[in-house]
């Protein structure tokens, strides 16, 4: 249940960025999570609704993208992206090790209008 | 409201000093610190962390238009306990001292295993300990007489501990000579993965009676963890579990952990774990 602490840093860095830009109101926010970041998507958009009210994001979108991770195989060494977490080759069944990427937790994009 | 389950009942987080007396204790503000910003024409922006603000309103442009961005940005959501982490990381390396993270759930026997170890260290490898709870000193008690200086954390009603708590519970510590910190994180195999909190290494603890498939479930918190260690060792038989099926568990996740084995009661398997701690601060 650290999901709730995180929304609460990623609507702060989010009023900060709309600050930044000059608008005022925040349209859309895309998060970008990975297979091993401990974190909930679910449990974020909970948060996020939770939390938005009464901020700029108010009447934001959230949307969260998982972001893949590339493992090669221990055995044939066969590389491959995956979206959820594997633990074995889909070829020669050998163990999968963890070559990049997985615990990314990110605001990747954000849509500010003015409401003038 | 709290920070992390909604419950309306803010509890800031504390840091109990245990040794030296009388106990000295603080609280931090968790919940209503205030924060600055200056932005690039020096206006100067304060407000807490629980009143939702609209900076915006200092920019306003004139003239009825209505223009929509799109902000690409690529940034980590826990930036501030990220760089906290790493300032943590540069005090302990340059003051030449080791940290741990130690995690696991509740009742693998964290602090059994660490008053074993802080008793077989004693006259070797001078160590302190940080000790993360919900509530309760207790577990720093335990520790507390086996000649490390010992702090406790309560976080209150959070569920890890975070780069700011142990960056405050570093101020408490006397840390003269001391080789090792032993980072005793709330028992929790969820929360704690996503925090670094500037160790030089995390150990996971499985006890044998928790089944052979933990480490898939909780992948996040055994990928990348230096070691696995297996406790209660002595409950082998009793447990049932397929040593052999836990062991490819956790080299699959984990695919460089070492596996542990020990018993902290019958001190079984300790030497290993120690010749690891001597080899970590060579």
């Known amino acids: 249940m650290h999901e709730v602490s995180i929304m609460q840093d990623m609507l702060q860095l989010a009023e900060e960025n709309l600050r930044k830009s000059g608008c005022t109101e925040i349209r859309r926010i895309k998060l970008r999570v990975g297979l091993l970041s401990g974190v909930v998507p679910e449990a974020l958009s909970f948060a996020f609704d939770v939390l938005k009210s009464g901020t700029s994001a108010a009447n934001a979108i959230l949307e969260i993208e998982s972001s893949p991770s590339l493992f090669s195989c221990g055995e044939c060494g066969r590389e491959s992206w995956y979206e959820s977490l594997r633990f074995e080759c889909p070829e020669c069944h050998g163990g999968l090790i963890l070559q990049q990427g997985g615990t990314d937790l990110e605001l990747t994009q954000m849509e500010v209008s003015s409401t003038d | ?282």
């Open chain 2, 1 to 282: 409201m709290c920070d992390d389950c909604g419950c309306g009942d803010p509890k800031p987080f504390k840091i109990i000093p245990m040794q030296g007396t009388p106990a000295k204790k603080f609280q931090v503000a968790a919940h209503a610190h205030e924060h600055e910003h200056v932005d690039d024409e020096g206006n100067r922006y304060i407000h807490s962390h629980h009143e939702p603000h609209a900076h915006g309103e200092k920019h306003e442009h004139g003239g009825g238009h209505n223009h929509l961005q799109t902000l690409s940005l690529h940034q980590p959501l826990l930036i501030k306990n990220d760089r906290l982490a790493e300032r943590n990381r540069g005090f302990l390396n340059a003051k030449g001292i080791v940290a741990i993270n130690i995690v696991s759930s509740p009742g693998s026997g964290k602090t059994t295993f660490l008053a074993k170890t802080l008793e077989m260290l004693r006259d070797e490898i001078p160590a302190a300990v940080i000790v993360g709870d919900l509530e309760t000193a207790n577990d720093a008690a335990r520790l507390r007489d086996k000649g490390a200086p010992v702090v406790q954390v309560t976080t209150g009603t959070v569920c890890h501990l975070d780069a700011e708590m142990i960056s405050r519970s570093l101020e408490e510590l006397d840390l003269t000579d001391r080789r090792l910190l032993f980072i005793e994180n709330v028992g929790n195999l969820v929360c704690p993965s996503s925090y670094d909190l500037g160790e030089a290494m995390r150990v996971v603890l499985i006890s044998v009676t928790e089944g052979e498939d933990k480490p898939l479930k909780y992948p996040p918190i055994f990928q990348g963890a230096r070691a696995v260690v297996v406790t209660k060792k002595d409950l082998l038989e009793a447990s049932g579990i397929d040593r052999e099926s836990l062991r490819r568990n956790i080299h699959a996740v984990s695919h460089h952990a070492e596996i542990i084995e020990v018993s902290a009661r019958t001190g079984e398997g300790m030497s290993r774990w120690i010749d690891l701690l001597r080899e970590s601060t060579k």
